[in-house]
Nanobody, 117 residues
Framework: QVHVVESGGGLVQAGGSLRLSCACS????????MGWYRQTPGKQRELVAT???????AYTDSVKGRFTISRDNAKNTVYLQMNSLKPEDTAVYYC???????????WGQGTQVTVSS
């Protein structure tokens, strides 16, 4: 089983920055895709950004140009640098790690990001 732990959330003013980190641990695992998702009360969890083991990234339109996803494969860690934050970015941010071939997907417990106006 792969254990996923996020960190780095908090309270920031609009226009500010935060950096989220997500570390994965376990035994004998290989991660294909890592990603960040977010969820607000009453809404479905939405994709924010993903990155493959080869470094291919994808972003939801609302964060393009403001957020940057990166990963350290040696450390099984993924990061989300969030700049120019807006109040609408307020959500619980979840990290996901998966291997489609091995057919597993693991989620972290989430970290709260609050952007004040």
């Amino acid at each position: 089983q792969v254990h996923v732990v996020e960190s780095g959330g908090g309270l920031v003013q609009a226009g500010g920055s935060l950096r989220l980190s997500c570390a994965c641990s376990g035994s004998r695992f290989s991660i294909n895709t890592m990603g960040w998702y977010r969820q607000t009360p009453g809404k479905q969890r939405e994709l924010v950004a993903t990155i493959t083991s080869g470094g291919i990234t994808a972003y939801t339109d609302s964060v393009k140009g403001r957020f940057t996803i990166s990963r350290d494969n040696a450390k099984n860690t993924v990061y989300l640098q969030m700049n120019s934050l807006k109040p609408e970015d307020t959500a619980v941010y979840y990290c996901n790690a998966e291997n489609q071939v091995q057919r597993w997907s693991s989620w972290g417990q989430g970290t709260q990001v609050t952007v004040s106006s």
